[in-house]
Nanobody
Framework: VQLQASGGGLVQGGDSLRLSCTIR????????WAWYRQAPGKQRELVAQ???????NYVEAVKGRFTVSRDNAATIFSLQMNSLQPEDTAVYYC??????????WGRGTQVTVSS
């Protein structure tokens, strides 16, 4: 399984961005799709995830602003980020976990929000 993230960039506070992650390989074995982020000097944190049944959850800081989704074929999953704030500045990573609890990571994509 290989993951490729895209969609990062530099935006102003209040703007929106959409991150996408393309999955190649044995994607039918994936049960959970997730986005993590790591800000400078901080630990990587889970931002949002969605499971095979469509259930999603979010870190408190992004609730109501970010939406995680995936297509039915599980080839692409996305993170729609609205009302971005400078505190959202981080490298964002897509992640997938298969039914055997093995995890896969994409290369990070930088999101920078200016005030």
């Amino acid at each position: 399984v290989q993951l490729q993230a895209s969609g990062g960039g530099l935006v102003q506070g209040g703007d929106s961005l959409r991150l996408s992650c393309t999955i190649r390989g044995s994607r039918n074995s994936i049960d959970v799709w997730a986005w993590y982020r790591q800000a400078p000097g901080k630990q990587r944190e889970l931002v949002a995830q969605i499971d095979r049944d469509g259930r999603s959850n979010y870190v408190e800081a992004v609730k109501g602003r970010f939406t995680v989704s995936r297509d039915n074929a599980a080839t692409i999953f996305s993170l729609q980020m609205n009302s971005l704030q400078p505190e959202d500045t981080a490298v964002y990573y897509c992640n997938a976990q298969d039914r055997w609890f093995k995890t896969y990571w994409g290369r990070g994509t930088q999101v920078t929000v200016s005030s």
